[in-house]
């Protein structure tokens, strides 16, 4: 497992962003902006020397994917030659991971335009060499792990998988854990979004990883278990990301030994 930062969660600056991670004990990035361009748009050669001389690999990549309604095909179909275009990107910066939306817009939300789309997709990406991760998303048509583990089922590609983000489903209503032993019982996510937040009466309050009730030394426990070898990353919310960050991954790190040391000890 990788502990790892969604960089501009922080900064959309390469060496900042490096600098942090490497002050917060995180082991590797995922990418999304980067100088104010959304990957694989971006200065590259500046950016790979700085985590080349870091020595942090690319964990995933987000370049803004199947964000829109199923119903959008012309949209979607931009989004299948989008994954062309980001493949030798991805080559060059050793990642094979790419996080992308459900096609879950309330608006024009249709269950099975989605999965053909994302099965169409999943081929697509597997003749590159990639692997996409589809996440779950309040305020989405796909918020819960529930709803994105029947997703996944009626996809059933092996080169999509779950981005699973148990923050969006306690936002959306869902007992965390409930969603995550569904995406269990189905195939191990390919990463985890990391966040925290609370429920409470005037709505939703993001939080410090560890001060929420998504309970995340439960959530890592559980994917130990079940020997989960992908990423965690860090969102670094809520501002100053800079300073709850380090708090964040702290927590963050402390689950994972306790989790660990609790497997060895079995």
């Given at each position: 497992m990788t502990l790892a930062l969604l960089t501009d969660a922080v900064t959309g600056d390469a060496a900042r962003a490096v600098r942090l991670t490497l002050l917060w004990g995180l082991e590797g990035v995922a990418l999304r902006t980067v100088g104010?361009?959304?990957?694989?748009?971006?200065?590259?050669?500046?950016?790979?020397?700085?985590?080349?001389?870091?020595?942090?690999?690319?964990?995933?990549?987000?370049?803004?994917?199947?964000?829109?309604?199923?119903?959008?095909?012309?949209?979607?179909?931009?989004?299948?030659?989008?994954?062309?275009?980001?493949?030798?990107?991805a080559r060059r910066v050793g990642c094979d991971l790419v996080r992308v939306?459900?096609?879950?817009?309330?608006?024009?939300?249709?269950?099975?335009?989605?999965?053909?789309?994302?099965?169409?997709?999943?081929?697509?990406?597997?003749?590159?060499?990639?692997?996409?991760?589809v996440r779950n998303e309040a305020g989405s048509a796909i918020a819960t792990g529930a709803a994105l583990a029947n997703l996944l089922e009626s996809v059933a590609h092996e080169a999509v998988g779950a981005d699973w983000r148990p923050s969006d489903a306690l936002h959306a209503g869902e007992d965390p854990h409930d969603g995550l032993a569904?995406?269990?019982?189905?195939?191990?996510?390919?990463?985890?979004?990391?966040?925290?937040?609370?429920?409470?009466?005037?709505?939703?309050?993001?939080?410090?990883?560890?001060?929420?009730?998504?309970?995340?030394?439960?959530?890592?426990?559980?994917?130990t278990d079940a020997e989960y070898e992908g990423a965690f990353i860090l969102d670094a919310a809520p501002p100053p990301a800079r300073t709850t960050g380090l708090a964040s991954a702290t927590a963050l790190i402390q689950a994972l030994r306790t989790a660990r040391r609790a497997a060895a000890s079995r």
């Open positions: 104010g361009g959304r990957v694989p748009n971006v200065v590259e050669g500046p950016l790979r020397r700085r985590l080349e001389d870091a020595e942090l690999p690319v964990v995933a990549l987000d370049p803004g994917l199947f964000e829109g309604a199923a119903s959008a095909r012309a949209a979607w179909l931009n989004d299948l030659d989008a994954l062309t275009d980001l493949a030798p990107f939306g459900a096609l879950a817009s309330p608006d024009g939300w249709d269950a099975e335009v989605a999965s053909t789309a994302l099965r169409r997709a999943g081929d697509q990406a597997q003749s590159l060499g990639l692997r996409l991760a569904a995406l269990l019982r189905g195939r191990v996510p390919f990463c985890i979004g990391v966040r925290d937040g609370r429920v409470e009466a005037d709505g939703w309050t993001e939080t410090v990883v560890g001060e929420g009730d998504v309970t995340w030394d439960r959530q890592v426990r559980a994917l």
